[in-house]
């Protein structure tokens, strides 16, 4: 079983930053991602990671967001820039124990869940 801490939520202002972090406890985990669920709205996967630091993401975040790993493994980082009001939304970490050839977005693809931080940017 994986436990997964997330840290680093708050409330901003728009234009502002803010950086996740994510730590997951005892267990082996190959890839690593950051999902978001806004008010009333589905899961969306924003960022991802592998333990051979390639990334990608969601073209929502793409050039504001980044993610990367810790000096553990185990344990990634998601920093926002240039913050907007549409981007205020619980923001979850997920792990896999697998590899991926194409890293994925897809909430089904992750066994392990945060519990989740929330991030609220105001106009």
């Known amino acids: 079983q994986v436990q997964l801490v997330e840290s680093g939520g708050g409330s901003v202002q728009s234009g502002g930053s803010l950086r996740l972090s994510c730590s997951a406890a005892t267990e082996y985990t190959y890839t690593m991602a950051w999902f978001r669920q806004p008010p009333g709205k589905e899961r969306e996967g924003i960022v991802v990671?592998?333990?051979?630091?390639?990334?990608s993401a969601a073209d929502s975040v793409k050039g504001r967001f980044t993610i990367s790993q810790g000096n553990s493994e185990n344990t990634v980082y998601l920093q926002m820039n240039s913050l907007k009001p549409e981007d205020t939304a619980m923001y979850y970490c997920a792990a896999s124990r697998l590899y991926f050839r194409v890293l994925p977005l897809r909430p089904t693809e992750y066994e392990y869940w945060g519990q989740g931080t929330q991030v609220t940017v105001s106009s």
């Open positions: 990671i592998d333990r051979k630091g390639r990334t």
